[in-house]
Each structure stands twice: as C-alpha cells, then as structure tokens.
C-alpha cells in the first residue's frame, strides 16, 4: 500500500490558481508514476496530468495543458499540481494516484493507490 493525501484544494475565483499536493507517508513515491484525475459530480474521471518517476516526462490533458504543470519533489515524496488560469469547469474533485511501473499512464486503470481527494471550487 501506498498511503496518499492531497492537499491545497479549495475555493477559487475564475482565472485564479492553486497548487494542490499529494504526499505518501510511510513509502516513497520515488519509483512511482504518479497521475491527477479529477472527478465532477454526474461525470466520468477523466485524467488530468501525470509524471513519470524521475520527471522526464509528463502528460497533460488537451484541456489543461499550458494551465497546469505537474512536477515532483522525490526527496520531499511530494507531487504537485499548479493549477493557473483556472475556470469554472475545472471544479471537481482532484484525486491523486500511483502506478508502481515505468509507463506514462493515462487510464485510472493503470493506477493501484489514490488519495481520498481534494475539492476544487471555481467561482465565476
């Protein structure tokens, strides 16, 4: 297991920013993919950012990319998600999760631990 909690989520006005954490506690994320999915309520997750283990490549979706960065402190067993320019189809709740391979995953399936979840809140 892989305990994880997220953390840095809350309300927000539109254009505004957040930086949400995830943290492990207890084992280390270093070896670990580790993705963000966020969930609103009455739709699908959809995956949002992920980074591969040592940060050399990383996957945003179409409708993040170049508002979000997702970047990792392996020392501090930290991933972060800075969220810029946010909008008010951005609220949901933000999970965070690791996948203890090399791959890129995009799909949740390819995750084995996530968090409990942040909630996001964008007023406009």
């Known amino acids: 297991q892989v305990p994880l909690a997220e953390s840095g989520g809350g309300l927000v006005q539109a254009g505004g920013s957040l930086r949400l954490s995830c943290a492990a506690s207890g084992r280390t994320l270093s070896s670990h993919t580790m993705g963000w999915f966020r969930q609103a309520p009455g739709t699908e997750g959809e995956s949002v950012a992920a980074i591969r283990w040592n940060g050399d490549n990383t996957y945003y979706s179409d409708s993040v990319k170049g508002r979000f960065t997702i970047t990792r402190d392996n020392a501090k067993n930290t991933v972060y998600l800075q969220m810029n320019r946010l909008k008010a189809e951005n609220a949901a709740v933000y999970y965070c999760?690791?996948?203890?391979?090399?791959?890129?995953?995009?799909?949740?399936?390819?995750?084995?631990?996530w968090g409990q979840g942040t909630q996001v809140t964008v007023s406009s």
């Open positions: 999760a690791a996948d203890p391979t090399l791959r890129l995953g995009v799909s949740p399936y390819e995750y084995s631990y």
